[in-house]
């Protein structure tokens, strides 16, 4: 089964709204990695935190690590068209060689 | 640089057919897995590789096979195809363990009849 559940499943927003995506484990996270694929396309890497309580910027895109290192988030301010795809968040829970992706959420803009 | 290339892009077997999907990266990396996307169920580790030699079950190993014999290749094979093997399947390899992302081949689109 999911080792790291994905909240929500579907997002469906007007250009210009904010987007929220969330990752949650049961277990301690020893780092949690976001990807993003496009509709048709592969996976791509977006990001990786590794610290406690940790936030990183890329432009319009926020990521967080929960301080106890079983929730991540990322959000996106003012949505564009181009950020249309289904975003991933990854872990590799106990075994650093294993790594899980979670079920992804599908986001939709509307222009 | 190539990347992650990924052959057949399309596929379509018939039951109890084998085959092998190929798997090659030319940028030295270590770690290289393979992984199922179905939909709603995201992305689901079949097998995995350390490095050339070594290779070890994920989620979903049931029914597939790997090998490691070049840090280059990691191809899946198939034994015996059933429907429930209808899926994406992305191959994507990593520097090594830590903080380095997986690059992902552009998949193989699977259908078993």
């Known amino acids: 089964g999911q080792q790291v559940m994905q909240i929500p499943q579907y997002q469906h927003v007007q250009e210009g709204e904010d987007f929220t995506t969330y990752c949650n484990s049961s277990t301690t996270l020893s780092n949690i990695q976001w990807y993003k694929q496009r509709p048709g396309g592969h996976p791509v890497f977006l990001i990786q935190l590794v610290k406690s309580g940790e936030v990183k910027k890329q432009k319009r895109l926020t990521f967080q690590f929960g301080e106890a290192k079983k929730n991540s988030s990322l959000h996106i301010t003012a949505t564009q068209t181009t950020d249309v795809g289904t975003y991933f968040c990854?872990?590799?829970?106990?075994?650093?060689?294993?790594?899980?992706f979670g079920s992804g959420t599908k986001l939709n803009v509307k222009p | 640089n190539a990347g992650v290339t990924q052959t057949p892009k399309f596929q379509v077997l018939k039951t109890g057919q084998s085959m092998t999907l190929q798997c090659a990266q030319d940028m030295n990396h270590e770690y290289m897995s393979w992984y199922r996307q179905d939909p709603g169920m995201g992305l689901r580790l079949i097998h995995y590789s350390v490095g050339a030699g070594i290779t070890d079950q994920g989620e979903v190993p049931n029914g597939y096979n790997v090998s490691r014999s070049t840090t280059e290749d990691f191809p899946l094979r198939l034994l015996s195809a059933a429907p429930s093997q209808t899926s994406v399947y992305f191959c994507a390899s990593k520097v090594s363990a830590g903080k380095y992302g997986y690059t992902f081949g552009s998949g193989t689109r699977l259908t078993v009849v």
């Open positions: 990854a872990s590799t829970l106990y075994n650093f060689n294993k790594f899980y």
